[in-house]
RNA sequence: GCGGAUGUGGCGGAACUGGUAGACGUGCCAGACUUAGGAUCUGGUGCCGCGAGGCGUGGGGGUUCGAUUCCCUCCAUCCGUACCA
């Protein structure tokens, strides 16, 4: 009997689709597009585990969906191919990174064909390929010449800018220097001024207005890695990758102007669809806060500086009242001129300590209060009080001006600083004199507070910005907690930048000489004297003569823009032809781990704002929907020794003894049953176990953690594949639960999954194993249950619950196996509804039914609400809500008569107990409820 | 601390705009065929109760004829973030 044998069909059709090239995409402008993307994978040298394909296989069965649909479908793989493990492998092994990743790629691929996913593998990408980055350099280059002009709220070509200088410097008329986005701390020249600068004068100031520039930043340096690290790829003061620790250090780097695109990355996000946590998360990142900035002149100088002020950045300037000292950061360049010579010593030492703090350090302590007077004092330039001027390093440099007003009656961390050093405290909101702790009422009415006084908050600070305008000591403004992106990697294995340096100027290298390939060298270390790897190349010079950057582009320069290679990735004159991305356009559903959130996705969203101020693509946001699939993790297996024996005690009697849990390879136990035999064979050490069963068996404990080798809970597909085949697997990881839910992998209910499949089959088949589809007229019945699949089915996946789907079809199938239907008219449609799930089961029984093309080319069955309208409806009857009975009535009954036949019933007479009711409710085709 | 999410049987999880809670799967129980196999099929399975019935969607309160669903409040777990002025 010819059973369901998976194997041999998957190979069958994974083959087909390879020589007939089912699922290359074309730009074919008679049809609307849909660009269904996954994050593309880094190839790590561990393989696919059975978590890994979950996005994949969501986004796959969406890709099916939508060719049915009739949607010219692009899906496309590729690899995030750059990386640090590629490395640290090459400084272990000295072999080349792009040996090893090259392996990588090549497991990755075949793990995933074994999948059956509709990829189009002809538009793969590599971001470590020559001709992918190629382009990324190109983009790098065009945001080194580019600029950002805030008038035109876009990214403008670097030439305009010099025309501008050279014609009326960098002011227009009389006004303030408005027109460029980073232009705050450049000093004002005029034209002539600008003419009179040498070259070099020049390119110091065009860098400071590229949108990648170079300059001296505190950056994350991580001594392990050899590294700076960008802040998204820094978690808790220790790197993302490794868990090394990230000290704080003034370095000279690549830098990506992404601040100028605060604004309109936040607003961005209204337009997109994606999960409100997501979007909540990039906003918080990008972190804009609206306030005023204000205006402290420094009194009473001690080192006779007269003119200096400090301006601080407020969100609550209807506090103003309330400042009884202002605090500066410790980093504070002006602080030497603060100082008053009895404070110096003092000053001194307190910098110096709070310098040597690592991140952590500051990070885990918080609650701590430090900081030291400088011995100046300001004046409060509303109220004109005098108030004194501190060092603290609660304040950060990095952020708003670095100085903060101290209002100990509404800011927490003001009112234990002010306590800890005896500063007085004037309360300005009303109803806080009298508590404890003053910063518990936040807003209020403003009292002691002079002109503001009686105002509501909001309204007193808009009089207050109004009043520090009108006398020209501050104006309102906003803040980005965002920085600048760090974009320099001291690393081998990544894009070079395509620059070289003349006179210590960063130029670029001409457009024809790209790529700039990455040159082979001895050792994957940094040089002795400290310079990145690239030091190393040999005679690696710029026209043999200038000298090349010698850090790398980070990880993320590759994928920020990489789904558009996909359009169009063989393309040597373009990234991708004009044809392609104007019909492509952007991504219709974008799937992938939310651990990109502040990383990826923003960076993404960065360079495509860009390349849509260059004109080069049409929209403005690159990812239209987007979701993000939960992690599945592991599912470890526990098993107990008795403390100092080879012997080990069943999961219920474990309590019984001294004992200590290890991990047991989940591959040796099924149902949480431990295969004996397998375990005295798995290490030697276990060879002579002893074993205290309990019912016979032994069970085995379990924990949920991540998937990982160490804990032995890794299931790698390939051996699912093997035991159950690709469509079971597919269909198993949907139904394990929501897709953006995190879950625990458990091998234990796929015998369900795989036992749908075979009774699916078993349909089209008879005892023998012949195919027995009957061309018979289906029956009413029959029809009803395949419309209410297909309805169901299209609704599931529209709104992308994958899950219900698979029940959906489950339930279709074992009635259809209870009516006993073979005919063809009913189980041809189930078969291209099941298609996206199960493709190559779809395509094997699409075959046998006598269809010549894929499935790929059927037509997504239409739905008839027809078939299922019902003439009748059995009514729930519930009494005070709780349902007593079920009566049967047609659909024309009135309402009227309804509750005119369950007034009359024996179950509602039997409640009402010669009562009247209260009222009685009729909904239609919903239920009836009297109540009593 | 702040921001967000989640909370339903032994377990994974269903329930679209308030309308029969627990679909589907697993597990468990019983039976059939086999004759020990971790195969297949059928039936049962939220809890308490012999039963009628009662109780049940984290706890408490509210709106409603009716609440897993809406509102308030508390609790627990997870994720993000961290002196952001």
């Known amino acids: 009997?010819?059973?369901?044998?998976?194997?041999?069909?998957?190979?069958?059709?994974?083959?087909?689709?390879?020589?007939?090239?089912?699922?290359?995409?074309?730009?074919?402008?008679?049809?609307?597009?849909?660009?269904?993307?996954?994050?593309?994978?880094?190839?790590?040298?561990?393989?696919?585990?059975?978590?890994?394909?979950?996005?994949?296989?969501?986004?796959?069965?969406?890709?099916?969906?939508?060719?049915?649909?009739?949607?010219?479908?692009?899906?496309?793989?590729?690899?995030?191919?750059?990386?640090?493990?590629?490395?640290?492998?090459?400084?272990?092994?000295?072999?080349?990174?792009?040996?090893?990743?090259?392996?990588?790629?090549?497991?990755?691929?075949?793990?995933?064909?074994?999948?059956?996913?509709?990829?189009?593998?002809?538009?793969?990408?590599?971001?470590?390929?020559?001709?992918?980055?190629?382009?990324?350099?190109?983009?790098?280059?065009?945001?080194?010449?580019?600029?950002?002009?805030?008038?035109?709220?876009?990214?403008?070509?670097?030439?305009?800018?010099?025309?501008?200088?050279?014609?009326?410097?960098?002011?227009?008329?009389?006004?303030?220097?408005?027109?460029?986005?980073?232009?705050?701390?450049?000093?004002?020249?005029?034209?002539?001024?600008?003419?009179?600068?040498?070259?070099?004068?020049?390119?110091?100031?065009?860098?400071?207005?590229?949108?990648?520039?170079?300059?001296?930043?505190?950056?994350?340096?991580?001594?392990?890695?050899?590294?700076?690290?960008?802040?998204?790829?820094?978690?808790?003061?220790?790197?993302?990758?490794?868990?090394?620790?990230?000290?704080?250090?003034?370095?000279?780097?690549?830098?990506?102007?992404?601040?100028?695109?605060?604004?309109?990355?936040?607003?961005?996000?209204?337009?997109?669809?994606?999960?409100?946590?997501?979007?909540?998360?990039?906003?918080?990142?990008?972190?804009?806060?609206?306030?005023?900035?204000?205006?402290?002149?420094?009194?009473?100088?001690?080192?006779?500086?007269?003119?200096?002020?400090?301006?601080?950045?407020?969100?609550?300037?209807?506090?103003?009242?309330?400042?009884?000292?202002?605090?500066?950061?410790?980093?504070?360049?002006?602080?030497?001129?603060?100082?008053?010579?009895?404070?110096?010593?003092?000053?001194?030492?307190?910098?110096?300590?709070?310098?040597?703090?690592?991140?952590?350090?500051?990070?885990?302590?918080?609650?701590?209060?430090?900081?030291?007077?400088?011995?100046?004092?300001?004046?409060?330039p509303l109220s004109g009080e005098k108030v004194q001027l501190w060092i603290a390093d609660y304040v950060l440099a990095g952020y708003g001006t670095g100085v903060v007003m101290g209002v100990p009656s509404s800011d927490e961390r003001d009112f234990r600083f002010a306590n800890h050093f005896n500063l007085p405290i004037i309360y300005v909101i009303a109803g806080t004199e009298t508590l404890e702790n003053p910063c518990d009422v936040k807003y209020g009415q403003l009292i002691n507070s002079g002109f503001l006084d009686g105002l509501d908050w909001k309204v007193a600070i808009q009089k207050a910005v109004e009043r520090a305008e009108e006398l020209g000591v501050g104006t309102a403004k906003i803040n980005y907690r965002m920085r600048d992106a760090v974009f320099s990697r001291q690393r081998y294995w990544g894009e070079p930048v395509p620059v070289y340096f003349k006179d210590g100027i960063p130029y670029l290298i001409d457009e024809s000489d790209l790529p700039l390939v990455l040159p082979e060298i001895d050792k994957y270390l940094p040089t002795e004297t400290g310079e990145p790897p690239l030091g190393r190349a040999e005679g690696w010079k710029y026209k043999g003569k200038y000298p090349y950057e010698l850090s790398t582009m980070p990880g993320w320069a590759g994928s920020s823009w990489y789904w558009y290679r996909y359009m169009d990735a063989q393309n040597d004159t373009t990234f991708a032809s004009k044809e392609a991305i104007d019909y492509w356009k952007d991504v219709d559903l974008y799937i992938g781990g939310s651990e990109h959130a502040t990383g990826h996705l923003l960076y993404s969203r960065f360079w495509n704002q860009f390349l849509y101020d260059l004109g080069s693509v049409p929209e403005k946001e690159p990812f239209k929907k987007l979701i993000n699939q939960g992690m599945i993790q592991g599912r470890s297996n526990l098993v107990y020794r008795v403390n100092g024996t080879n012997q080990f005690v069943s999961y219920h009697l474990r309590e019984q003894y001294e004992t200590t849990a290890l991990h047991v390879d989940v591959n040796i136990v099924d149902n949480d049953v431990l295969n004996l035999n397998a375990f005295k064979n798995w290490r030697t050490d276990f060879e002579d176990a002893e074993f205290i069963l309990e019912d016979g068996k032994y069970l085995c404990g379990h924990e949920v953690e991540k998937m990982s080798k160490s804990k032995y809970n890794v299931v790698n597909p390939d051996d699912i594949i093997e035991r159950f085949g690709a469509d079971t697997l597919r269909l198993y990881e949907m139904f394990l639960g929501p897709l953006e839910q995190f879950k625990p992998w458990n091998t234990n209910g796929i015998d369900g999954s795989f036992k749908f499949l075979r009774k699916l089959w078993r349909l089209f088949h008879d005892e023998a194993g012949n195919l027995a589809v009957s061309d018979e007229a289906p029956t009413s019945e029959e029809w009803k249950v395949l419309h209410r699949t297909i309805h169901k089915v299209e609704e599931d996946i529209e709104r992308h619950a994958f899950n219900t789907t698979v029940s959906t079809f489950m339930i279709c199938v074992n009635e259809l196996t209870t009516l006993k239907c073979h005919k063809r008219a009913i189980l041809q449609e189930i078969v291209i509804l099941l298609s996206p799930y199960a493709p190559h089961m779809a395509e094997e029984l699409w075959q046998l039914l006598g269809n010549k093309d894929s499935i790929t080319y059927a037509t997504y069955p239409v739905f008839k609400p027809e078939y299922l309208v019902e003439s009748i409806f059995e009514y729930p009857i519930s009494v005070n809500g709780k349902v007593r009975a079920k009566i049967t009535f047609s659909l024309d009954t009135t309402p009227a008569e309804i509750e005119k036949s369950v007034l009359a019933s024996e179950h509602v007479q039997k409640w009402l107990e010669g009562k009247q009711p209260k009222k009685v409710i009729v909904v239609p085709k919903k239920i009836v409820n009297v109540v009593i």
């Open 1 to 380: 009997m010819a059973d369901y044998e998976f194997s041999k069909i998957e190979k069958k059709w994974q083959q087909y689709w390879e020589d007939q090239q089912t699922f290359k995409a074309e730009v074919n402008p008679s049809k609307p597009k849909y660009y269904a993307l996954d994050m593309f994978p880094y190839p790590s040298g561990a393989g696919l585990h059975v978590g890994h394909p979950l996005g994949y296989i969501a986004s796959d069965i969406v890709a099916r969906y939508k060719r049915l649909k009739g949607f010219n479908v692009l899906h496309p793989a590729g690899f995030d191919s750059f990386g640090l493990p590629a490395e640290q492998y090459a400084i272990q092994t000295g072999q080349h990174p792009a040996i090893t990743t090259e392996e990588n790629i090549t497991r990755y691929k075949e793990q995933l064909k074994n999948i059956g996913f509709s990829f189009d593998w002809s538009k793969e990408v590599r971001t470590s390929d020559p001709s992918f980055y190629k382009w990324t350099q190109w983009i790098f280059m065009q945001l080194f010449n580019s600029w950002y002009n805030k008038e035109t709220d876009k990214a403008e070509p670097i030439t305009a800018l010099i025309a501008q200088f050279e014609h009326s410097g960098n002011r227009q008329g009389d006004g303030p220097r408005v027109f460029a986005v980073c232009d705050e701390d450049t000093p004002a020249f005029s034209n002539e001024d600008w003419k009179q600068m040498n070259e070099r004068e020049q390119q110091e100031v065009l860098l400071k207005f590229r949108l990648t520039y170079l300059a001296e930043a505190t950056v994350n340096w991580c001594p392990a890695l050899g590294t700076v690290l960008a802040n998204d790829e820094v978690k808790d003061g220790v790197s993302e990758r490794g868990g090394y620790p990230v000290e704080r250090k003034k370095m000279t780097q690549w830098m990506m102007r992404i601040t100028a695109y605060a604004e309109r990355l936040l607003q961005g996000l209204e337009t997109v669809d994606w999960s409100e946590p997501l979007k909540e998360m990039q906003r918080n990142w990008i972190g804009k806060s609206l306030g005023a900035e204000l205006d402290f002149k420094v009194t009473g100088n001690p080192v006779a500086h007269e003119d200096i002020t400090l301006t601080v950045f407020t969100t609550r300037i209807d506090t103003i009242f309330g400042v009884t000292y202002l605090s500066i950061a410790p980093e504070h360049e002006l602080i030497p001129q603060l100082t008053s010579p009895e404070q110096k010593a003092a000053v001194e030492e307190y910098i110096s300590t709070a310098k040597n703090r690592s991140e952590r350090d500051r990070m885990s302590d918080v609650k701590t209060v430090s900081g030291v007077f400088t011995g100046s004092y300001v004046i409060n």
